[in-house]
T-cell receptor, first 114, second 115 residues
Framework: AQSVAQPEDQVNVAEGNPLTVKCTYSVSGNPYLFWYVQYPNRGLQFLLKYITGDNLVKGSYGFEAEFNKSQTSFHLKKPSALVSDSALYFCAVRDTGGYNKLIFGAGTRLAVHP | EPEVTQTPSHQVTQMGQEVILRCVPISNHLYFYWYRQILGQKVEFLVSFYNNEISEKSEIFDDQFSVERPDGSNFTLKIRSTKLEDSAMYFC?????????????FGQGTRLTVV
């Protein structure tokens, strides 16, 4: 069965420092991986996806993610964090065994301190 | 930019009552989904809908739940007899197609509180 793990409940970063939010996955076949962000009292906003090709994927708001097949990871990164990046981040994988529903990780709360 | 819209943003209902959560997906999208997020827990898939029928449902989506696309724009989730454990944030999503490489776009959610 497809699954996603986000090993950190919370990540704390100082503004201006680089940030990494970790995600590992378990799928059969080639993975389709996604990152979504949830701001307080808002829905899930799509950030970026990995389908195939370059292992470094660029997305919205300066975020990028690095796909690593050997480590089955898809970590979200940003070179310089902003206070406004503080939110809940979800990694997700497509369940290609069914009708392509998304399977989400538990989420990681990112707190960026001034 | 087109977006998925959901109404109401917050619904409080008494246990045993029926609720209908409404969604307007992005207009050219063909696949529709409902997910839910119980407070503090992960986002869980409920059901997917295509071509006016359910294409997949989770074990959560029992006989108390139903979905409908009553017209060309709305997509609804009905819970016939709500239970306390149905309290959650419910998200509607839509995607342009059903291919695995296509992202889904989510609404802002409806917070359902069952008392």
């Amino acid at each position: 069965a497809q699954s996603v793990a986000q090993p950190e409940d919370q990540v704390n970063v100082a503004e201006g420092n680089p940030l990494t939010v970790k995600c590992t996955y378990s799928v059969s076949g080639n993975p389709y991986l996604f990152w979504y962000v949830q701001y307080p009292n808002r829905g899930l906003q799509f950030l970026l996806k990995y389908i195939t090709g370059d292992n470094l994927v660029k997305g919205s708001y300066g975020f990028e993610a690095e796909f690593n097949k050997s480590q089955t990871s898809f970590h979200l990164k940003k070179p310089s964090a902003l206070v406004s990046d503080s939110a809940l981040y979800f990694c997700a994988v497509r369940d290609t065994g069914g009708y392509n529903k998304l399977i989400f990780g538990a989420g990681t709360r990112l707190a960026v301190h001034p | 930019e087109p977006e998925v819209t959901q109404t109401p943003s917050h619904q409080v209902t008494q246990m045993g009552q029926e609720v209908i959560l409404r969604c307007v997906p992005i207009s050219n999208h063909l696949y529709f989904y409902w997910y839910r997020q119980i407070l503090g827990q992960k986002v869980e898939f409920l059901v997917s809908f295509y071509n006016n029928e359910i294409s997949e449902k989770s074990e959560i989506f029992d006989d108390q739940f139903s979905v409908e696309r009553p017209d060309g724009s709305n997509f609804t989730l009905k819970i016939r007899s709500t239970k306390l454990e149905d309290s959650a944030m419910y998200f509607c999503a839509s995607s342009e197609n059903g291919r695995g490489n296509t992202e889904a776009f989510f609404g802002q959610g409806t917070r359902l509180t069952v008392v």
